[in-house]
């Protein structure tokens, strides 16, 4: 380092900094009928006082919060259905701040059940009472999953799909069987004031220890989203009290 190089203090270097930079006015150069700053310029705004964001549960809440008709200054609004566990009613953009409001959030209750992921048997057999709408498949999945032989997960015959497993169907008896694939379930994955949306799904099976490892995968291209996002979108088209003319963006 030359021995003519001075490290300012500290005190020396936050004088420089405030002489040179914050303190300093902006230049403005024309460059072929452009103008450029030396710096970065933000626009001091007056200050505006958004309303604090509701949080509810439930889409019958956000009907309630609109028959309340908080909204008599006049304030356009819309509805964003943002996925099928999250919807928001939002202001238009105020032309003077260039932002919106976010008014009221509502979210859905969490889906216990995740996919892809390896459950022993009895933690699986729970999740598919409490987690899924009952139908005949589900029946069907509950009754092989719950007689599968801990020690007889055969490879045999295994495609990628379908598995072959050992059932109890008595005492003594015990069956061969394929696992049933794919299998349309309806899950809990959206508002419970809309309909669920069907889905296909792989089952698949494996040793865990001493237990038998359950896992379903998706297997719709995630087409179940866009179907609820569409149904909660007809729920408020159908809901909203009349007089209310908001747009819904889904």
Excluded at 63 to 72: A, G, H, P, S, V
Excluded at 212 to 220: M, N, P, S
Aim: proline share 5%; hydrophobic share 35%.
């Amino acid at each position: 380092m030359s021995d003519n190089y001075k490290i300012p203090e500290q005190s020396e270097g936050l004088q420089w900094l405030k002489e040179h930079y914050f303190d300093a006015e902006a230049l403005t150069v024309k460059v072929s009928q452009r103008t450029y700053s030396s710096r970065d310029l933000k626009e001091v705004l007056p200050t505006r006082f958004h309303v604090k964001t509701m949080k509810i549960h439930t889409l019958n809440g956000l009907i309630c919060y609109l028959e309340m008709k908080e909204n008599e200054g006049g304030q356009r609004q819309f509805i964003h259905v943002i996925s099928p566990e999250i919807v928001s009613l939002k202001s238009f953009i105020d032309v003077d701040f260039r932002d919106r409001e976010n008014l009221v959030d509502i979210c859905a209750p969490d889906f216990k059940h995740r996919f892809g992921e390896w459950y022993g048997t009895e933690e699986f057999i729970i999740n598919l009472q409490s987690s899924f709408e009952k139908t005949p498949a589900l029946e069907r999945l509950l009754s092989v999953v719950g007689n599968v032989l801990t020690e007889n997960i055969r490879t045999e015959k295994d495609d990628g799909i379908t598995q072959e497993v050992e059932t109890r169907s008595g005492p003594t008896l015990v069956n061969r069987e394929d696992l049933p694939n794919p299998l349309k379930l309806v899950p809990f994955r959206t508002f419970p004031e809309v309909k669920q949306p069907e889905s296909l799904f792989v089952l698949r099976a494996k040793q865990m220890g001493s237990d038998i490892g359950f896992a379903l995968f998706e297997a719709d291209n995630e087409a179940w989203q866009r179907e609820a996002i569409a149904n909660i979108a007809s729920f408020f088209e159908t809901n909203v009290p009349e007089g209310f003319k908001i747009p819904i963006i889904a």
